[in-house]
């Protein structure tokens, strides 16, 4: 276009006359001079500045039209508090000129996407252009503990966006690519270079970290089932734990494109969160038979597997019963060649491939299949990544909700492992809730279930939608549902993972939207959903007001259609209400909320129908709230933070360490000199501090569980969350005992000196167990437990009978626990 372009915003009715008036020209004009005119440009038309950088230079050119000759005056519109420019606006840019512009980004920016615009002006004349200026987190500077302030993207690597087609059809595993994505079980093309590709998209959401689907190689041939033939695009069928997967990355499976991903989401403070399955290798009946190779190298054989006990997998049936602790941790998921975690290459490979993620930048772990795997392993497999530097774990314990036969089992996993669960039971109730149209009342018990049950339950990772689960616009399609339990779930306790295309709406409802149907292309990146910007501005709240990540859990108005959830941490206050209802009007009496008194306005600014409420003077942090009507469909949040003027402390990561581990204190207002971190009465050496992030060094102290607190330079104390300090590095062994004179209905437990064995307590709660049956047994009893490394410890076995009495062996046995590796003791009661 050859005419100047005027801005929209200012202009309206400048252009419309102008148009007319171009129009005119060149319908009937041939021969008439034009007017001189100028164009204003702006390239790239987005930027993405992450906070103390300095962005790609902005290209601004005046393009002058029919002998224009004059200096262009241009101003920058829309630019927020925060963000400034070199040069600083107005700048003058004269005819057939340029001017580079480069921004900065103050850390107090919120994260997300900027609509501004350049404004030239010439006389009468104008030009506008636009730019869309993404401010991202500040770089990721240290690795993360304390998860509870983030909100995580799910990514499903292959069906994101592929930025880099020299994968798509790789030599070594060709014929699984399919471009025209019609069939699901192919590679669609998506990789870690296309997820890079997507920075601006995903800073603009405002989250604060990714969890990308298993990046490992996986197998190179389809398996071949039932007469269809599957490519494993989705990541958990591992050949290579150790290496790259050559459709995500590159075809030599190295670790170039992984690192290019890291570095630039760590750039734009977004953390990097690696599903990993420690399960099993792949298929064992098609494809590569569950082959599984160590850098290349051939390592364990399913088909040609030494006998026990150097079995590197177990060859046991496919679970059938899903509550039965015996089958889930021995048995066959699926098809899955089961490895033998208690063999001592295993143990190693698995907890090697763990720590070679953590060196190339990996933030935490997604723990594929945890119920599946062997649970006192898994306590040894969270103790070794803690051991190679801070990281946050979180563990898939698939199951119904809280009256399903394992819930008690993950609370305890979860309890004394100090893996995070997600939050299964809950997203079950949500997905009741907002799909089926089930009583609020069902996600409430849920969390007051949840919430007493689990030690920590901020730390429970909520999700709405998964890739295993059809999404929620599949079973119910109405986007008003979705975005409702978007609002809940982000604003509930619990870290909040979003599925990839959630934002977007996206739904394939062949098949009910079961997998795999539920992990379709990302087809649309737009940033003007009312999802997108939904979880925007929740992110940037959960950063901004520490009552999402650290606050207590409070219902303050519950029907079946409405829910006002309240989170409070000391002054930090957020109320959310919302009302699923397809019609009725809700009048709200008798709410009360511990925000002060005054007036709030909605804090999604009206996105989903909010507005303002007024807060009267109560007691004891009950304050009236003035009546008012809450509209079918409508969320709003209100909100208040003030600056702690003591210290508060939230959250303690891990829970779960022995003396010489970094640990990691978070909460508000420690201030901004050293103070001191109490563990029990001993003060921990201290690693870092800032007001709201101390990191200190578990101190040598008798192993045990200690209340911590933050003590302020000042010497004002916080308050205290509980710590488990371990004996010390953890090694699985497994624990056998023969010719148990076993009670009808008895169950076997095994107590011993050290804490993780209960400190000789004869009581279930304490101890471990109960012991599973020795397959082919009839009185030989084990479990495989995680105990001390290197410690010389006593232990004895004891029976709670049926009506909860105990009978005890009556002798100890004695044991050295390896330095490292597996161990292994069997005695005879
Ligand atoms: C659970 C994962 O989420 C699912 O997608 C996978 O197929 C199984 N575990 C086996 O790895």
């Known amino acids: 276009m050859r005419h100047s372009r005027h801005i929209d915003a200012i202009l309206p009715v400048a252009i419309c006359c102008f148009t007319l008036l171009v129009s005119g020209c060149g319908g009937g004009g041939g021969g008439t001079a034009l007017p001189p005119s100028f164009t204003l440009t702006a390239t790239p038309g987005s930027v993405l500045v992450s906070p103390g950088s300095t962005s790609i230079p902005v290209q601004l050119s005046v393009q002058a039209a029919d002998g224009f000759q004059g200096t262009v005056s241009v101003s920058l519109q829309g630019l927020p508090a925060g963000i400034t420019t070199s040069p600083a606006f107005p700048v003058p840019i004269s005819a057939g000129g340029g001017q580079a512009v480069t921004f900065t980004v103050a850390g107090t920016v ?280 801070p990281t946050f774990l979180y563990g898939e314990w698939d199951i119904s909700g809280t009256s399903d036969p394992t819930y008690l089992d993950s609370v305890e996993f979860s309890n004394r492992s100090g893996i995070a669960l997600l939050d299964f039971p809950l997203a079950n109730a949500m997905r009741d809730v907002f799909a089926n149209n089930a009583d609020f009342h069902e ?190 469909h409508t969320v709003s949040v209100w909100q208040s933070s003030s600056p702690a003027t003591s210290p508060e402390l939230g959250s303690l990561g891990p829970r779960v360490a022995q003396a010489g581990l970094t640990a990691t204190a978070g909460g508000d207002g420690f201030g901004s000199s050293p103070g001191m971190v109490l563990v029990g009465t001993t003060a921990a050496t201290v690693q870092s501090w800032s007001d709201s992030s101390v990191t200190f060094t578990v101190p040598s102290v008798q192993p045990g569980t200690y209340n911590i607190a933050v003590q302020a330079n000042g010497g004002a104390t916080s308050n205290s969350l509980p710590f488990v300090v371990l004996t010390g590095k953890q090694v699985p062994v497994t624990f056998t005992v023969n010719n148990v004179p076993l009670t009808v209905g008895a169950s076997v437990y095994v107590t011993g000196n050290v804490l993780e064995l209960g400190n000789n307590a004869q009581s279930a709660s304490s101890a471990v167990g109960p012991l599973l049956l020795v397959p082919g047994a009839s009185s030989s009893w084990f479990i495989d437990a995680s105990a001390p490394a290197g410690a010389q410890i006593q232990f004895a076995f004891f029976q709670v009978l049926s009506d909860g009495s105990i009978v005890p062996e009556g002798i100890f046995h004695s044991y050295g626990v390896p330095s490292s590796g597996v161990g292994s003791i069997s005695v005879t009661w």
Request: net charge negative; charged share 15%; proline share 5%.
């Open 110 to 389: 919120l994260r997300g996407n900027y609509n501004l615009t350049f404004a030239g002006t010439s006389g009468t004349l104008s030009s506008g252009a636009p730019l869309v200026l993404t401010a991202s987190g500040a770089p990721v500077s240290a690795a993360a503990q304390d998860f509870k302030r983030q909100v995580i993207y799910q990514i499903v690597t292959d069906r994101f966006f592929d930025g880099d087609s020299s994968n798509n059809n790789p030599p070594q595993s060709p014929g699984m690519y399919d471009a025209t994505k019609t069939n699901w079980q192919f590679y669609w093309g998506g990789d870690l270079a296309g997820i890079q590709q997507q920075m601006t998209y995903l800073a603009g959401m405002g989250i604060t970290a990714i969890w990308i689907s298993p990046p490992a190689d996986n197998i190179d041939v389809p398996a071949n089932l039932s007469g269809t033939s599957y490519a494993p695009y989705h990541g958990y069928w591992a050949r290579d734990m150790q290496q790259i997967e050559e459709h995500f990355g590159d075809i030599n499976n190295t670790w170039t494109a992984f690192d290019n991903l890291v570095a630039a989401a760590h750039q734009n403070g977004i953390r990097v969160i690696v599903d990993f399955a420690a399960n099993h290798s792949n298929p064992n009946d098609g494809g590569e038979f569950g082959a599984l190779f160590d850098k290349g190298q051939a390592f364990a054989s399913y088909q040609n597997d030494p006998a026990p006990p150097n079995n590197l997998f177990h060859h046991n049936p496919t679970i059938t019963n899903f509550n039965d602790p015996f089958q889930l941790q021995y048995y066959t998921l699926d098809d899955l060649a089961d490895l033998n975690q208690e063999n001592t290459p295993v143990d190693n490979y698995l907890k090697s491939a763990v720590v070679q993620l953590m060196q190339h930048g990996t933030d935490g772990f997604r723990l594929d299949a945890v119920k599946d795997v062997t649970w006192g392993w898994e306590y040894s497999l969270a103790n070794a990544a803690f051991n190679a530097g």
């Open 443 to 632: 996600i409430d018990n849920t969390l007051d279930q949840e919430d007493s049950d689990f030690a920590s339950p901020n730390d429970l990772v909520t999700f709405v939608d998964s890739h295993d689960l059809p999404r929620l616009l599949s079973l119910y399609n109405n986007q008003d549902r979705l975005n409702e339990a978007l609002a809940l779930q982000l604003s509930c306790r619990g870290i909040p993972v979003v599925l990839y295309g959630d934002e977007q709406y996206l739904h394939n409802d062949t098949n009910g939207g079961n997998d795999p149907y539920n992990r379709l292309w990302m087809s649309s990146f737009t940033t003007s959903t009312t999802a997108y910007q939904l979880v925007n501005l929740m992110a940037n709240l959960r950063q901004t007001n520490p009552a999402l990540a650290y606050g207590t859990s409070q219902q303050r108005w519950i029907n079946s259609d409405v829910y006002v959830l309240e989170r409070q941490f000391f002054n930090d206050v957020v109320l959310i209400g919302v009302n699923k209802s397809e019609a009725a009007a809700y009048n709200i009496t008798g709410l009360f909320t511990a925000l002060a008194p005054a007036s709030y306005t909605d804090y999604l600014n009206s996105l989903m129908g909010g507005f303002s409420i007024q807060v009267n003077s109560g007691t004891n942090g009950n304050n009236p709230v003035t009546a008012f009507s809450l509209p079918p």
